[in-house]
């Protein structure tokens, strides 16, 4: 009878002791998977700290060299070729004889021309005297000035013809190939040869219109040829389109260079680089920038030690670096190599990154932003 009455106690004592195992249990998993998190460890990769640099990025693009003035030299009436007073390649000051076309008719009519005018100037003298002593009439006077005007203006005319039959220069410059012969004959239109004057020349070049605001006249160029490729080219920007290409969204900027030398010669292709004024930037490692898509991103190390996910605005690169134009600033501390194995929220240690961590070249190429024009 003993053992019956006091079975309801020994089951009340027995769902207790469950119980009390059931709570220790959970309370020993719940700790085991705390310090599971709290033991994971903590990925190697390479920070840096960024700071504030002077920067100064810049602009390239192409352009083909033009001589300040450039003119193709014709004949402008139809004649022989007497003499040519030049030879290819030939400096030549402004107003130099170039080709001397025949002009015998017009040398006779000529001849003939100060005949007449000269015969109507004696004419006209001697009317006038007759004209102040009234004895001629008014109007007999009158014709004879204009017979004598008209013999005048025939002897303008014929010299204006010879001065067709010289072909001169225009302008100071260098002489191209020489296209004519003596005996050659001409019409109006054909070439004589190719006049440049290179002692100044320019460039026009496209720039985005993003880099507009930042364009100026009087701004400094830097020139690159390959054929001097071991010398550089001063220039300034003279001009700035007044309009932007809707196609191509750039404006035309022409820079100027002195030529002294003639080492630049026109049509030859000149690389112009751009300068912006320097200035003080927050500037990271190209390779830190992370791209997908259009958007970037970088990781920022917190205080905790773990990493944060950070969207950045990139500006201007050169030589491996990138300027960060919004989204992080001086004093920030982001991973520089690793980025490939992290997420956000990750812990993080300073350290040398294994071949495993760092990832096959390709991916880690993939990682990084792709260069953009300069």
Known sequence: MFPHRNAP????????????????????????????ADAMPAIPVTTVELQMQSWSDTVQALGTVKAHESVTVTAKVSETVQRVHFESGQEVAAGAPLVTLSGDVQQAALTEALAAADEADRLYKRQDELARQQLIAASQYDAQRATRDAARARVQQIRAQLGDRVIRAPFSGVLGIRQVSPGALVTPGTPIATLDDTRRVYVDFPVPESHLAHLAVGQRLDGRTNAWPERGFEGVVSTIDARIDPATRAVTVRGDFDNADRALRPGMLLQVTLSRPERLAVV????????????????????EGTVERVDVSVGSRREGQVEIASGLEAGNRIVVDGTGKLRPGSRVREG???????????????????????
Not at 10 to 22: E, P
């Open 352 to 374: 040398a990154l294994p071949d495993a961590d760092a990832g096959p070249p390709g991916d880690r190429a993939r990682q990084r932003v792709p260069s953009q024009q300069r």
């Open 284 to 303: 990271a490692p190209e390779i830190s920038v992370v791209q997908v898509g259009n958007s970037s991103y970088v990781f920022r190390v917190t205080d």
């Open 9 to 36: 106690a020994v089951r009340r004592l027995a769902c207790l002791t469950g119980a009390l195992l059931l709570v220790a249990g959970l309370a020993a998993c719940s700790r085991g998977e705390q310090g599971g």
